[in-house]
Nanobody, 122 residues
Framework: QVQLVESGGGLVQTGDSLRLSCAASGRTFSSYVMGWFRQAPGKEREFLAAIRWSGFGTVYADSVKGRFIISKDNAKNTVSLQMNSLKPEDTAVYYC???????????????WGQGTQVTVSS
């Protein structure tokens, strides 16, 4: 089992930045992939970014490429998502998740955090 806890969400204004963190615990996960997703009301869960727990490979959705940065701290077992130039359409619940192999598909991720709300006001 892997437990994930997100933090860092909140209410910000258009153009602001926000940094989300995901603390992971449980079984070792050196081969895992850590991903960030978001889900807005009435919409499907959307892939944002992923990073290999071992190594430095990353992948981003086109919608956030250049604005969001995923990073990890293996010593602290945390993965972060730095979000810059936020827009009202970025408003959603943000989730971190763990997959056994690289994927942009939500159903390929086995473990999920409870989510953290991000609201961007115009």
């Amino acid at each position: 089992q892997v437990q994930l806890v997100e933090s860092g969400g909140g209410l910000v204004q258009t153009g602001d930045s926000l940094r989300l963190s995901c603390a992971a615990s449980g079984r070792t996960f050196s081969s895992y992939v850590m991903g960030w997703f978001r889900q807005a009301p009435g919409k499907e869960r959307e892939f944002l970014a992923a990073i290999r727990w071992s190594g430095f490979g990353t992948v981003y959705a086109d919608s956030v490429k250049g604005r969001f940065i995923i990073s990890k701290d293996n010593a602290k077992n945390t993965v972060s998502l730095q979000m810059n130039s936020l827009k009202p359409e970025d408003t959603a619940v943000y989730y971190c998740a763990v997959a056994m192999a690289p994927s942009t598909i939500a159903t390929m991720y086995n473990y999920w955090g409870q989510g953290t709300q991000v609201t961007v006001s115009s």
